[in-house]
């Protein structure tokens, strides 16, 4: 599946987008990282590798779940919550 | 769910309770498979009930294994799972913990909602309040009920940081249908619903599996896969495809024909079973439900929702008691651990503590199922050539497939 099909799925989210980005990454770790699990774990397609050979992130989709930075081993991921009252609201959960 | 059970407990005891909530309602960031069992809750909150926002009971259990192109179910039906008080219900957070934050608060309790906690404040060493923003609320206790990736507990201390072994992740998608549908195509009659659990080809090997539950007028499917097996994978496999491919296998794409995908939804899940408990309590600090690693997979049930509520309910009776001597230390919160001893809570943890280590083996999610599989399709399969005798046939697939591993490995079953 493309992430412009999971794209798809989560138009059918409401996500209140924060303008404060709610997860970091440190360049010059994913540079050195060879597994890249984030790229594939992620549920919503949130990173991807840009032309440039960087950890790109995709945030508007974020369901917040975590597993991204639980697989970050190398601890590269600063990761928090969107600021109250933004990122995802389910509806049905 | 921790929270608000915590919250309405308090409340009802008379003492004074904030809940502060980062979504636009109670809900909002909530996620469950979705399944409640009733009985270990009933009593702990005997007044809501009655009219709490549930789905459907569940009036049917199936499990499936599954190989690649065949899939073998057991199902129980039973009059037990049509006695009410009924056994369990279908549920969706999103209506439930909106009506559940609406009767903590008239309890009595205060709900903040659109409010992150970001930090605690700390008094001579100990946890005197949160920090939200620009606020800082001062409070006796902190009940850290901030789910699975609770940040709040691991600032406490009293969490180290989450390792992939311990943990999966849950993907759903809920799939709206009418009732009419969902009753025919699960064979339900009016209020009934079904509860099915796959395991088998569907996560490649990987510890996990799938799961449908009917609500009232959608489906609820989804997959739960381990992170430390997707990042041990030799040929990545993006967790979204895992899902859709699963969707699509024709035993799934049967019963949600027509339907209508209206939400997606993701959320970890604990795995480490009791050996992952964190430290439940410190000085003006409690944890519980998902921040606790409340969570319980036994391989035929998984269980979180009821060990949130009671987890609330023991949090609220410890800090009840600590309120009264007016001691809100380590030492009189410790109460809160010794409820939870006594309660099924960790009594059900403890004794499936070798659960993990016995669903830990990848042979139990690829070679088992698909030799289950593979052994019926030959049994019943009819061909040109004359038919082998029934015993021939499983008994040279078990031999070809399994040798003898098997047995050593069934000893394993008498630890759960």
């Not at chain 2, 059900?348 to 030799?371: C, E, H, I, K, S």
Request: with cysteine; net charge neutral; hydrophobic share 40%.
């Amino acid at each position: 599946m493309s992430k412009a099909d999971v794209k798809a799925k989560l138009g059918h989210d409401a996500i209140k987008v924060d303008s404060v980005k709610h997860i970091k990454v440190k360049q010059e770790v994913c540079a050195r990282c060879k597994e890249r699990y984030c790229i594939y774990v992620c549920p919503a397609g949130v990173y991807k590798l840009n032309k440039e050979g960087q950890i790109e992130l995709d945030l508007d989709g974020c369901l917040e779940c975590g597993t991204c930075r639980i697989a970050c081993v190398k601890e590269a991921i600063d990761w928090t919550y969107p600021r109250g009252g933004f990122g995802v609201q389910f509806k049905f959960g | 769910m921790a929270g608000l059970s915590a919250a309405y407990a308090l409340a009802k005891d008379g003492v004074e309770v904030l809940v502060i909530e980062r979504g636009d309602y109670s809900g909002a960031k909530n996620v469950t498979g979705g399944r409640l069992y009733m009985n270990p809750v009933r009593k702990l909150l005997p007044d809501l009930w009655a009219e709490a926002p549930l789905e459907r009971f569940v009036a049917q259990e199936t499990i499936s294994v599954m190989s690649e192109t065949s899939s073998v179910s057991i199902g129980l039906s039973s009059e037990k799972l049509r006695q009410e008080p009924y056994h369990s219900y279908t549920i969706l957070r999103g209506k439930f913990d909106r009506w559940f934050a609406d009767k903590a608060a008239e309890a009595g309790a205060m709900l903040v909602t659109k409010q992150k906690v970001d930090d605690l404040l700390r008094e001579n060493g100990k946890i005197a309040g949160i920090v939200s923003g620009e606020d800082q609320i001062q409070a006796n206790v902190v009940v850290a009920a901030d789910g699975i990736m609770s940040q709040i507990a691991e600032r406490a201390g009293l969490k180290e940081r989450h390792k992939p072994k311990e943990f999966a992740v849950g993907i759903k998608e809920v799939v709206e249908l009418p009732s009419q549908s969902i009753e025919d195509r699960f064979n339900l009659t009016n209020g009934e619903g079904a509860a099915r659990m796959y395991m088998g080809s569907l996560t490649k090997g990987m510890f996990g599996g799938g799961f449908l539950y009917t609500n009232k007028d959608s489906v609820s499917l989804g997959i739960v896969v381990s992170i430390a097996d997707m990042m041990a994978r030799n040929q990545p496999i993006e967790s979204p495809d895992l899902f859709e491919e699963f969707k699509s296998r024709p035993e799934i794409a049967a019963l949600i024909r027509g339907g209508e995908t209206v939400e997606y939804s993701a959320h970890v899940i604990g795995e480490g079973g009791y050996g992952a408990i964190p430290q439940l309590y410190g000085d003006g600090i409690v944890v519980a439900g998902d921040a606790a690693g409340l969570n319980l997979n036994t391989g035929l049930t998984v269980r979180g929702m009821e060990f949130a509520i009671a987890s609330g309910v023991m949090a609220a009776r410890a800090i009840k008691r600590a309120k009264d001597g007016n001691d809100f230390s380590k030492a009189s919160l410790a109460n809160y651990q010794s409820l939870m001893q006594e309660s099924f809570v960790l009594k059900d943890m403890y004794t499936f503590r070798n659960a993990p280590g016995f669903l830990d083996n990848p042979r139990l999610f690829n070679l088992y199922p698909q030799v289950v599989c593979e052994t019926l399709e030959k049994m019943m399969f009819i061909g040109e050539e004359p038919k082998k005798k029934l015993s021939s046939t499983a008994l040279a697939e078990i031999r070809h497939k399994l040798g003898f591993s098997w047995v050593k490995e069934a000893r394993g079953v008498f630890k759960l």
